[in-house]
């Protein structure tokens, strides 16, 4: 048994010993070369299974006052408070066939928010809705975004099942020119950027892929025309059904209890085990989070970000397993640095790691029957190197004699895929279903990634411009030579784990941005000395959590075990601090982005 209590200095010791050689069994040397894009012949993957079918349309060539890129809820809220400040045409634009982003995509069996939706869900104040779970399930969630939507009017002027394919200011109009895939060339006065970061679903290059003659999706496009049932379950469709599912992250820790339940056998192919903590859903009244305050949804999520920022600041009104875990996801942000004050870091942080690593370690112990399985369950890394999970469900689905844990680590991923099923340390297994919970591409879609070109003033290309002179941005937002250009996202700002707290402070100031340069009759613009600043700003005091996802089991989180890439791409003081900043700037310096 593992001991809950905190550990001895020599079983801290072995718990390294441990963490590393689990690392190293799990680094492959093609790193992120592993994983092939969904496209091409494997494009149907990523075909959009819940869009109607298209109409064909005639090209748009009008002008609009904003034009947003993303339907997400970046997007929506950028919407949202563009109309708050009096903007008439904002047109968003998105590739899915209808909003939602991220929730229209993922409507796989189970999906809920892990994230409290009370500080999850935005605009809660503004709409007047109040969430009827502690997690969300994705369909409330995907409902929440469509209710802001209509409620701003974002309808009206919205293209779906549209790709934007380039963006290039025009001088003599002073508009960008957006082109999609769907032949329009419409004029923007004004661009705002919300691409997201994890939208396009990738799939492992294991040999033999495309020869599988059983039934395949990835979960990011459910086929419930095969599965049968919604959301909340009732799979009929896979009766009697041999199913395999790979991938055992964030996704695949909901989806898997959910087959459990009605597939014929469900052959769960693990490389890496989750951290799966208690996850205690409920439904929640508007008394429980004081809903008829003015405000309360506001004040609940500042105060969220503040404690998962490592502040202290009162009760801790969410209180689950972000909150309590706070000391240690405070290494995973940007204002993290190791203190020079001589206390015995090391102990201390291994110490409180290991105590938590030991309760899952624990949890999984008590639950799963089978010792093989339970072992196989275990998490030997540090919390948070790969993104913490919670669910009731998941462990207690591999007690079930139609559920089988298939351990990969040793061959690094499944070996190969024939005709009939998957091969792993050369045992066959034969399917009828294989179901990708693989995840998705970083940084493949949007301006950052050369997929949608950004063309500024004298034609110079955004991605070049920043390859010769590094990126170089005001607060993340805006750049020199890209006029009336707003981007949100996760670049030269600050983050945390509520992305859709980040997203509406982001949106909140994209609008303000836009209502002062119409104001006064000004380009949005930063100076190089504004950007000078703030690349100064940002490095002074950049992080110092390398060492962290050096040492971590590969994923997503760190460039599939070769480290984060460098460079001041975050504000050092996190988000609560920033957006103070920003709401400071925006009363005192905002001539400072606001070129004739
Ligand atoms: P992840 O990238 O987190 O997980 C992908 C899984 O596929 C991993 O378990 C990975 O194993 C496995 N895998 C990849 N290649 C192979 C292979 N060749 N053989 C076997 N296994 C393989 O994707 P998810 O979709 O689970 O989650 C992505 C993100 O989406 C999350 O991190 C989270 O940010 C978000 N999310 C949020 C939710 C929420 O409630 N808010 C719910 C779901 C997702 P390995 O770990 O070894 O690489």
């Not at 550990?7 to 010993?17: F, G, I, K, M, S």
């Not at 993303?70 to 929506?76: A, L, P, Q, S, T």
């Not at 599965?227 to 379950?233: A, K, L, N, R």
């Not at 991923?413 to 294989?434: F, K, M, N, S, W």
Request: proline share 5%; charged share 25%.
């Amino acid at each position: 048994m593992t001991s809950p209590q905190a550990p001895t200095p020599d079983e801290l010791a072995a718990l390294r010993r441990r963490y590393r050689s689990e690392r190293e069994r799990r680094v492959r040397p093609d790193g992120p070369r592993q994983y092939r894009a969904a496209e091409a012949e494997f494009g149907f993957y990523a075909a959009d299974p819940y869009a109607d079918e298209q109409d064909e349309r005639e090209p748009l060539r009008d002008t609009v006052d904003v034009a947003v890129v993303g339907g997400g809820f970046g997007g929506i809220l950028a919407g949202a408070r563009l109309r708050q400040q009096g903007v008439e045409r904002v047109r968003l634009v998105d590739k899915g066939g209808d909003f939602g982003g991220t929730w229209y995509w993922n409507r796989y069996p189970g999906i809920h928010c892990d994230i409290e939706s009370h500080v999850y869900l935005p605009m809660l104040d503004e709409t007047g809705y109040v969430p009827r779970w502690k997690y969300a399930p994705g369909e409330e969630i995907r409902r929440h975004a469509v209710r802001i939507a209509q409620r701003y009017d974002l309808y009206a002027d919205a293209l779906f099942s549209t790709t934007v394919t380039a963006l290039n200011w025009e001088e003599g109009s002073r508009t960008w020119i957006v082109a999609t895939d769907r032949g329009d060339t419409f004029r923007a006065r004004y661009v705002v950027t919300a691409t997201g970061t994890l939208s396009e679903p990738k799939l492992p290059g294991i040999p033999g892929i495309e020869t599988f003659a059983g039934h395949t999706f990835h979960t990011s496009r459910w086929d419930y025309a095969y599965t049968g049932g919604s959301p909340e379950g009732g799979l009929t469709g896979l009766a009697g059904k041999r199913v395999g599912v790979v991938g055992t992250g964030a996704t695949g820790v909901q989806v898997i209890p959910m087959l459990a339940e009605d597939a014929g056998h469900v052959h769960v192919f693990q490389r890496t085990p989750s951290t799966v903590d208690v996850r205690a859903n409920r439904r929640t009244t508007a008394a429980d989070v004081g809903a008829d305050r003015a405000g309360w949804a506001a004040a609940r999520r500042e105060n969220f970000l503040r404690i998962v920022s490592g502040e202290t600041c009162g009760d801790d009104l969410v209180a689950d397993g972000w909150t309590s875990s706070a000391g240690l996801l405070e290494k995973l942000l940007p204002s993290f640095r190791r203190p020079d004050d001589g206390r015995d870091f090391e102990t201390a942080y291994e110490t409180a790691d290991a105590a938590k690593m030991n309760e899952v370690r624990t949890r999984v112990e008590r639950t799963v029957t089978d010792p093989a399985t339970s072992e196989a369950l275990k998490p030997w890394y540090r919390y948070a190197c790969k993104r913490p999970t919670f669910s009731d469900l998941y462990y207690p689905a591999f007690n079930r004699s139609n559920v089988t844990l298939v351990d990969t680590a040793d061959t690094h991923g499944i070996e190969r895929v024939t005709e009939d099923g998957v091969v792993v340390g050369g045992t066959a297994y034969a399917l009828d279903c294989l179901i990708f919970a693989t995840g998705f591409s970083v940084g493949v879609s949007g301006v950052h990634s050369g997929s949608l070109p950004v063309h500024g003033r004298g034609g110079v290309q955004l991605l070049h411009a920043w390859g010769q002179r590094g990126i170089r941005t005001l607060h993340g937002f805006t750049c020199n030579g890209f006029p009336n250009l707003v981007q949100m996202g996760s670049l030269q700002n600050a983050s945390s784990v509520n992305y859709t707290h980040i997203l509406d402070e982001q949106a909140v100031h994209a609008a303000a941005l836009v209502a002062a340069a119409e104001d006064r009759g000004a380009l949005l613009e930063p100076s190089r000395e504004a950007e000078d600043a703030w690349l100064a700003t940002i490095m002074r005091g950049a992080p110092d959590h390398e060492w962290f996802h050096a040492e971590c089991t590969p994923g997503y989180y760190n460039r599939e075990g070769r480290g984060r890439p460098r460079g001041p791409h975050a504000y050092p003081h996190g988000a609560a601090a920033f957006h103070e900043l920003l709401r400071r700037w925006r009363e005192e310096s905002m001539d400072e982005v606001l070129a004739r």
